[in-house]
């Protein structure tokens, strides 16, 4: 699977655990098991926890810092921007999401 039908792949999943009550019981319960199942390729002994997000709770993951390169530290903390950091992956996502935080609590509050 390449990374286009990996990212698809990943959007289906996610898009079926927030129309599917039962799915996403599931998914939170076991989530390696119900990936396996959906033919997610999910390394023997790998710990995966799904969190949901709520209007009081939002979760923010960390990079595991082995995973994160000496570049992407050296552009985080030599003051790079946001989009610079980004490209490197996990530690852009977590800026986003960092950023993000501020339109979050107002976007549920449109109705």
Do not use: C, H, W
């Not at 998914?27 to 002994?45: F, H, Q, T």
Request: avoid cysteine.
């Amino acid at each position: 699977m390449n990374d286009d039908q990996s990212a698809r792949s990943a959007a289906d999943l996610y898009a079926r655990a927030l129309t599917d009550a039962d799915f996403k019981a599931q998914l939170m319960a076991d989530a390696p098991s119900v990936l396996r199942a959906e033919g997610v390729d999910v390394p023997e002994g790998m710990n995966i926890t799904v969190l949901e997000n709520s209007a009081s709770t939002f979760y923010i993951v960390l990079p595991d810092p082995e995973s994160v390169s000496d570049e992407v530290l050296a552009a985080a903390s030599g003051g790079s921007s946001a989009s610079t950091a980004g490209s490197a992956g996990t530690f852009g996502t977590f800026l986003t999401t960092i950023g993000s935080l501020g339109s979050a609590g107002s976007a549920g509050s449109a109705g």
